[in-house]
């Protein structure tokens, strides 16, 4: 069974830093593109940064220089490096993985992690 596991969330005071970590373990064929993404209460969750296979990389504007994504494919691990942290930041983040089949008629599958908190203190 294919899992998704976030890690690294927690209480920091605003204008700190705080590292994710993303890792998908279990039989599968490959990962086509990883994300990650948050939910603040009472709003919708939205994209954070997204890193699709072919190495480009996309950001929400609200965190555009101050987060930086990362894989590492051997670990199959994906990072989330947000320093600068506001307030605003404070959510509940996600991670998606999508994989990939060897079948070429199937088409990819997502799964999601079950989320980490991250909580910015003024």
């Known amino acids: 069974q294919v899992q998704v596991v976030e890690s690294g969330g927690g209480l920091v005071q605003a204008g700190g830093s705080l590292r994710l970590s993303c890792t998908a373990s279990?039989?599968?064929?490959?990962?086509?593109?990883m994300a990650w993404y948050r939910q603040a209460p009472g709003k919708q969750r939205e994209l954070v940064a997204s890193?699709?296979?072919?190495?480009?990389?996309d950001y929400a504007d609200s965190v555009k220089g101050r987060f930086t994504i990362s894989r590492d494919n051997a670990k199959k691990t994906m990072y989330l490096q947000m320093n600068s942290l506001k307030t605003e930041d404070t959510a509940v983040y996600y991670c998606?993985?999508?994989?990939?089949?060897?079948?070429?008629?199937?088409?990819?599958?997502?799964?999601w992690g079950q989320g980490t908190q991250v909580t910015v203190s003024s």
């Open positions: 998606k993985v999508r994989f990939g089949t060897a079948i070429v008629e199937q088409d990819p599958y997502d799964v």
């Open positions: 279990g039989r599968f064929f490959s990962i086509n593109s």
């Open positions: 890193t699709p296979s072919d190495g480009s990389i």
